[in-house]
């Protein structure tokens, strides 16, 4: 029977030395998630939990669990490995130091570079990089989006300011990648409350060019009452953007959804709402959708607003 928690892994030489024999180590009882690694069977291999797990038997000395499975580790659920589209499954960084070259693994992603004693951290008896340490590498080690996609939610997650990551950023100039985490770490924002709405902010700032946005601030009117707080908002035009996850589609929150716009517009507010599937494939017509907007809001500036922005 399947055991009904995450195991650890063991080298096979310790496993043996267990007591467990070969026969056995090749029956329905254990498995081998790498070549000389093994685990009793349990029921989600795949899993964010069994995969770190997995993973941590190939750390070397020195080296620490890195990446999305080391904000995991840290508090940041949200970074589970599971990709863009929930299904996917990404590599578990492995960062080794420099000079060590690891057979590659499939699903691993070795990263060879330097690593300060105070860039690592124990957490459940795992050596995982540091909160800090964590933001930068994700900041750097993909491109712009990916990276603040991640960036957002390692800050949201585990309460970090972006300004420090940015500044580790800066203390290492000489680290590849550091020009890349710059330019994410300065888009970076807590606010934002998931990853489409982090995904609507990028194409808002780097694919259309329109000014950065507040995330999540209060809109309230003359008599400072609270009526939306938009995920983005121009402060200067009045243009809103609105992502809609699968929460969205139930008939209350879509209902809810069509009142608070109601009043936004009604207010001179100008709305522009997305999807999924307009950050994702359809994002050239999100860009054409966020620049007319920008310029009806643009418009309605020249008329009496019936709200301000409040204190987020």
Same mark, same amino acid.
């Given at each position: 029977?399947?055991?009904?928690?995450?195991?650890?892994?063991?080298?096979?030489?310790?496993?043996?030395?267990?007591?467990?024999?070969?026969?056995?180590?090749?029956?329905?009882?254990?498995?081998?998630?790498?070549?000389?690694?093994?685990?009793?069977?349990?029921?989600?291999?795949?899993?964010?939990?069994?995969?770190?797990?997995?993973?941590?038997?190939?750390?070397?000395?020195?080296?620490?669990?890195?990446?999305?499975?080391?904000?995991?580790?840290?508090?940041?659920?949200?970074?589970?490995?599971?990709?863009?589209?929930?299904?996917?499954?990404?590599?578990?960084?492995?960062?080794?130091?420099?000079?060590?070259?690891?057979?590659?693994?499939?699903?691993?992603?070795?990263?060879?570079?330097?690593?300060?004693?105070?860039?690592?951290?124990?957490?459940?008896?795992?050596?995982?990089?540091?909160?800090?340490?964590?933001?930068?590498?994700?900041?750097?080690? /993909?491109?712009?989006?990916?990276?603040?996609?991640?960036?957002?939610?390692?800050?949201?997650?585990?309460?970090?300011?972006?300004?420090?990551?940015?500044?580790?950023?800066?203390?290492?100039?000489?680290?590849?990648?550091?020009?890349?985490?710059?330019?994410?770490?300065?888009? /970076?924002?807590?606010?934002?409350?998931?990853?489409?709405?982090?995904?609507?902010?990028?194409?808002?700032?780097?694919?259309?060019?329109?000014?950065?946005?507040?995330?999540?601030?209060?809109?309230?009117?003359?008599?400072?009452?609270?009526?939306?707080?938009?995920?983005?908002?121009?402060?200067?035009?009045?243009?809103?953007?609105?992502?809609?996850? *699968?929460?969205?589609?139930?008939?209350?929150?879509?209902?809810?959804?069509?009142?608070?716009?109601?009043?936004?517009?009604?207010?001179?507010?100008?709305?522009?709402?997305?999807?999924?599937?307009?950050?994702?494939?359809?994002?050239?017509?999100?860009?054409?959708?966020?620049?007319?907007?920008?310029?009806?809001? *643009?418009?309605?500036?020249?008329?009496?607003?019936?709200?301000?922005?409040?204190?987020?």
């Amino acid at each position: 029977m399947a055991l009904l928690r995450p195991q650890p892994s063991l080298r096979t030489t310790d496993v043996l030395a267990l007591g467990v024999t070969a026969k056995e180590l090749r029956g329905p009882r254990w498995r081998a998630p790498f070549r000389g690694v093994h685990s009793p069977v349990v029921p989600d291999p795949a899993s964010p939990a069994q995969r770190v797990l997995d993973a941590a038997e190939l750390v070397p000395p020195g080296g620490a669990i890195g990446g999305w499975a080391a904000g995991w580790l840290l508090g940041a659920t949200d970074l589970d490995g599971r990709g863009r589209s929930g299904l996917e499954s990404e590599d578990i960084v492995i960062v080794v130091p420099r000079g060590h070259h690891p057979a590659s693994r499939e699903g691993i992603r070795f990263v060879r570079t330097a690593l300060a004693d105070s860039d690592v951290i124990m957490v459940d008896g795992l050596v995982v990089t540091t909160a800090v340490r964590t933001g930068f590498d994700l900041a750097r080690s /993909t491109d712009v989006e990916e990276g603040l996609v991640a960036t957002d939610v390692l800050c949201r997650q585990l309460g970090l300011a972006p300004a420090g990551l940015l500044e580790y950023a800066e203390q290492h100039p000489r680290l590849e990648g550091s020009p890349v985490a710059r330019a994410v770490l300065a888009l /970076t924002d807590p606010r934002s409350r998931s990853t489409g709405e982090t995904r609507l902010r990028y194409i808002w700032v780097v694919q259309a060019g329109l000014p950065r946005p507040q995330c999540n601030a209060y809109v309230v009117d003359e008599h400072g009452t609270v009526i939306a707080m938009p995920d983005l908002l121009d402060e200067r035009t009045g243009l809103a953007g609105e992502y809609d996850g *699968s929460s969205h589609r139930e008939a209350a929150e879509h209902t809810e959804d069509n009142n608070r716009e109601e009043r936004m517009e009604g207010m001179g507010l100008v709305v522009v709402r997305a999807t999924s599937i307009d950050v994702g494939p359809q994002r050239e017509r999100t860009v054409t959708r966020l620049l007319a907007g920008q310029a009806r809001a *643009s418009a309605v500036t020249s008329r009496s607003w019936g709200w301000r922005p409040g204190r987020a």
